[in-house]
């Protein structure tokens, strides 16, 4: 069965990084565009970016772009965040997600996985 397993999450402060990881096994994963979604607490599921099933083109949500990179490597079935200049309000758990097929929906996920915890705090 598909499985997605974040991590790399934990605590920043204001202005640094983290790098997520996404290691995904039981489907074609170069067949598959891919997405990061966050939840913060009380809040509902907002999309943060995506990336073509083949690395070709990426997407990212206002609140994070020029701030966050997402990447991929379909020789290692993984996915990546880069998240630099990280701010308070970027705190939330991170999902990262399968799309319905190779182009970026940002919506109607096939399937994610259970998340890694961001938080970023002084």
């Known amino acids: 069965q598909v499985q997605l397993v974040e991590s790399g999450g934990g605590l920043a402060q204001p202005g640094g990084s983290l790098r997520l990881s996404c290691v995904a096994s039981g489907f074609t994963f170069s067949s598959y565009a891919m997405s990061w979604a966050r939840q913060a607490p009380g809040k509902g599921l907002e999309w943060v970016s995506g990336?073509?099933?083949?690395?070709?083109?990426?997407y990212y949500a206002d609140s994070v772009k020029g701030r966050f990179t997402i990447s991929r490597d379909n020789a290692k079935n993984t996915l990546y965040l880069q998240m630099n200049s990280l701010k308070p309000e970027d705190t939330a758990l991170y999902f990262c997600?399968?799309?319905?097929?190779?182009?970026?929906?940002?919506?109607?996920?096939?399937?994610w996985g259970q998340g890694t915890q961001v938080t970023v705090s002084s």
């Open positions: 990336i073509y099933s083949d690395g070709s083109d990426t």
């Open positions: 997600a399968q799309e319905q097929e190779a182009e970026v929906a940002g919506t109607n996920f096939r399937s």
